[in-house]
């Protein structure tokens, strides 16, 4: 998995976690943090090289960095 995928993976768990937030304060905080990975993908992105033809098997086959709780 490229950085700027795991990121957005990142981002995408701590919206579910704001979305089960008890409070709005800390849906904000979850919200601000989320907001914070995906300004870091589109970084990462923006300085990744492009994907090379034979990369794309290896990114399906790779494993998440992250176990997000359900």
């Not at 601000?32 to 399906?60: Q, T």
């Amino acid at each position: 998995m490229r950085d700027s995928e795991r990121y957005l993976a990142q981002a995408e768990t701590v919206m579910r976690m704001a979305a089960r937030a008890d409070s709005p304060a800390e849906r904000e905080v979850y919200l601000n943090i989320a907001e914070g990975w995906r300004r870091l993908a589109a970084e990462v992105l923006r300085n990744e090289p492009p994907l090379e033809p034979g990369d794309y098997g290896r990114l399906e086959r790779e494993a998440r960095s992250f176990s997000p709780r359900s």
